[in-house]
């Protein structure tokens, strides 16, 4: 505990070896998390969040390297956690080479996390979570996560952040297959990258003429943006935007509102998982599972009266 509580000193101090050692204890899913995270969460709350998402090879990674170049030359301290839910060479890793290759990067306040899928225990949800509170705690003022928009991870990323930017691109094909991705809902900012290639306006177009059809629905109108990544044209519109949303978060506890409900959120898995450890625990010790699969198996009941049966005992006592 010694070493973890120096970990955690450290780590309050901003000290980036330490950040990247308790973003690994937790990553890996240590029995001590639960202490970490004790000590950890009353330094937190501090920074603020951007999630960037979209399809596979969407221009996320180039993006969020244009956007941290401008954050850090504003001299923001910024942390970036790319996650990567299938292959584990994610194209972050080339985020930080490229970031560290920059001659000015010495005067920059920067951290750079990938994760893979693969490496993590308990759900990248929580990992991600846990990881940018650690960050946030160690003093970073923005935070970018970048995740892959495919299935549940878009849903997570707007759970975790403040700005969400959905990047798409002329390749990403028409409107119904976006709003069957969930990626309509959550975006705050929307991109069209690779905007050098055919096809950028007419699905910025066709964009608008969603948001158009949700007209009195959105409190918040997300801007559509026309950007070319590689070619940095656009990021500093992208830049703006990302502020003004802040701006316009930050007005009526806005933010305060958002966070709460993520909160909510966040609670309510955990007390899930809580409710589902303990009762395991409970259960394993009482009841003899063997001997209900033999009963089960003899067909002497039935599985789901089984299980209603072991809970319901577990519960009474
Ligand atoms: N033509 C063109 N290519 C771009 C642009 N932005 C990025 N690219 C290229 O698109 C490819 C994917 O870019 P990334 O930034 O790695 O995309 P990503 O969304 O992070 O990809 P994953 O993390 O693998 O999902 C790379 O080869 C980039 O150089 C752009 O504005 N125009
Ligand atoms: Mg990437």
Request: with cysteine; aromatic share 6%.
């Amino acid at each position: 505990m010694a070493d973890i509580d120096k970990l955690i000193r450290e780590t309050l101090k901003g000290d980036k070896l330490a950040v990247s050692r308790l973003i690994s204890v937790v990553e890996r899913g240590h029995a001590q998390t639960p202490y970490i995270l004790e000590k950890i969460y009353p330094h937190s709350g501090n920074a603020y969040y951007i999630g960037v998402t979209g399809p596979p090879g969407s221009g996320k990674s180039t993006t969020v390297d244009r956007l941290v170049k401008m954050l850090c030359s504003n001299n923001y301290s910024v942390g970036v956690i790319a996650v990567d839910p299938c292959s584990p060479f994610s194209g972050g890793a080339l985020l930080g080479d490229r970031i560290r290759m920059n001659k000015r990067k010495s005067e920059w306040d920067v951290f750079f996390r990938s994760m893979s899928a693969g490496k993590i225990m308990g759900g990248l949800a929580r990992t991600t979570k846990e990881s940018s509170r650690i960050l946030d705690a160690s003093g970073k003022q923005i935070i970018v996560i970048e995740t892959v928009g495919v299935g549940q991870s878009e849903l997570d990323i707007a759970q975790a952040t403040d700005t969400v930017v959905v990047i798409l691109t002329p390749e990403s094909g028409d409107n119904v297959q976006l709003m069957k991705a969930g990626l309509l809902e959550i975006a705050d900012i929307f991109v069209v990258n690779k905007a050098d290639r055919p096809g950028a306006e007419n699905i910025s177009m066709s964009i608008e003429a969603m948001l158009d059809r949700q007209r009195g629905k959105l409190e918040w109108r997300p801007p559509v943006l026309l950007t070319s990544a590689s070619l940095g044209k656009g990021i500093e519109e992208l830049y703006a935007e990302i502020w003004r949303h802040a701006d316009y978060l930050r007005q009526d506890d806005k933010l305060k509102e958002r966070r709460k409900s993520q909160l909510k959120g966040e609670l309510k898995q955990r007390i899930e998982s809580e409710i589902v450890n303990t009762l395991w625990q409970k259960i394993r010790d009482d009841a003899d599972i063997d001997e209900l699969v033999n009963d089960i198996w003899e067909q002497k009941i039935d599985p789901q009266s089984a299980a209603g049966k072991v809970v319901r005992r577990c519960l009474k006592d």
